[in-house]
């Protein structure tokens, strides 16, 4: 008896796995959406996603065409598996346009003790319709924000070929509710946003400084932001953005690599995060603090690499009055690298093969084309260089607080190379005359 039992508890195990791995597949048409870029299909929309969310695994399919919608979409679930695609044409993508001021597409999970459910988005183009920045602007200086695409408390997320533009706040925003004191479990175990371009998505609240980013991510363990445009036309928007990229508070293990990043008070931000982070390749410009490292965790912190990058602040017009708003208090803080870090608590990163670039035809804030208070740093084989100089030309210096020497870094145009630590020597930092091309060597 006990035979037969185990192979129908066997047979039942299999057939629960073969209808668990079907997966549902809806249009939205099937439900009355119309993409005729005229009617209301928000109503439409909506029911399909509820019928879909009634599936364990579920995929929502947009034929091509412009769906028009009046109010935010929000597809709220636990723990099933949900793909939202595009079917494009001629190369174009299915859009969907909130025709009101507002977020466009949340997708939303529960926070625990565990992540659970996994998305997938995938050639789409969500369009937001916000006015651009003025005094009179109602959005600007306040707390809240919108989103393009944001999704929170997931297990994985994938989102591919998705274009955002004109969102006040946040382009794509992948993110826990709380933000700290979660466990290790509860965060994205893993994230994927390729070949998305997102434009001029921005924010602007000097006080807070909490929103305005192109791409931000936190609390996941393990991700890839790859092959992303991320550009904020302030010609157009009229203010810069916060962040190009954003990786904070329990973000691990992330690679960001080959994304143009433009139009943002810093292109690149790393803050209290657990490290283990590869930089690669990305090209930053239309900033004057290109990549920001900060707020740095004793606790758990891995090495960072960041390689073959280039920074400089070609684009940002002269004498612009956009408005910067981080580490705008001190001379040096605000530079085209700015490497800050508790004592020795990110030890052990290397930052090899990169270009700093400030150009005289652009505006600059500072005086420093680098701050590096970051002990135990690998810098090799590093360009920095002040071009185009105009006259009176701008003073321009490298400034390293830390016992992080740099090996065959190259410095061109610079009015001084400066090193302030009490462990600091001439002798330790001598061999690099050969390459200050006629900048003073200063140890304060």
Not at 14 to 26: D, I
Not at 287 to 298: E, K, V, Y
Request: overall charge positive.
């Amino acid at each position: 008896m006990s035979k037969y039992i185990g192979m129908l508890l066997l047979f039942l195990v299999q057939l629960a796995g073969c209808s668990g791995a079907k997966t549902v597949v809806l249009n939205v048409r099937d439900f009355g959406a119309k993409g005729d870029g005229r009617s209301d299909d928000y109503a439409a929309i909506n029911r399909c996603f509820q019928t879909a969310l009634k599936s364990p695994t579920s995929e929502v399919v947009f034929p091509f065409g412009t769906y028009l919608i009046n109010k935010e979409i929000v597809v709220h679930f636990d723990n099933q598996d949900i793909s939202i695609v595009g079917q494009p044409k001629n190369g174009q993508s299915p859009t969907i346009i909130n025709r009101v001021p507002g977020s466009v597409l949340l997708i939303r999970g529960y926070l625990g003790d565990v992540s659970r459910g996994i998305v997938s988005v995938r050639d789409l183009n969500l369009k937001g319709s916000f006015p651009s920045y003025s005094s009179n602007n109602r959005f600007i200086n306040k707390d809240e924000w919108y989103a393009g695409l944001a999704v929170t408390d997931k297990k994985e997320v994938r989102i591919v070929n998705v274009n955002v533009h004109n969102i006040y706040g946040e382009g794509i925003y992948v993110a826990t509710t709380k933000q700290e004191m979660i466990p290790l479990d509860a965060r994205t175990s893993y994230l994927e946003i390729k070949n998305c371009l997102v434009t001029n998505c921005w924010g602007y609240n000097p006080k807070r400084d909490s929103y305005g980013d192109g791409i931000y991510v936190s609390n996941v363990a393990r991700g890839t932001i790859s092959n992303n445009k991320v550009a904020n036309n302030f010609m157009v928007t009229h203010q810069l953005g916060r962040c190009g990229v954003v990786l904070e508070y329990m973000s691990e293990s992330c690679t960001v690599s080959d994304n143009q990043i433009y139009g943002y008070d810093r292109g690149l931000h790393i803050e209290a995060d657990f490290g283990g982070h590869q930089i690669l390749r990305n090209v930053i410009s239309g900033t004057d603090l290109g990549i920001a490292i900060f707020n740095s965790r004793r606790e758990r912190n891995l090495p960072l690499t960041i390689q073959e990058n280039v920074v400089s602040n070609e684009g940002l017009p002269l004498r612009t009055k956009l408005a910067r708003v981080r580490d705008i208090e001190a001379a040096t803080d605000r530079s085209l690298f700015n490497f800050v870090a508790l004592s020795d608590s990110r030890s052990g990163s290397a930052v090899v093969d990169n270009v700093f670039k400030v150009d005289g035809r652009y505006d600059y804030f500072s005086g420093a084309i680098a701050n590096i208070k970051a002990n135990g740093v690998t810098f090799r084989n590093n360009s920095f260089s002040y071009i185009n100089k105009s006259s009176p030309a701008k003073s321009v210096s490298y400034y390293n607080y830390s016992t992080s020497i740099p090996q065959n870094d190259t410095f061109k145009g610079l009015e001084a190379i400066r090193f302030q630590h009490k462990s600091i020597s001439k002798n330790t930092v001598i061999k690099l005359k050969d390459r200050l091309n006629g900048a003073k060597l200063l140890i304060d």
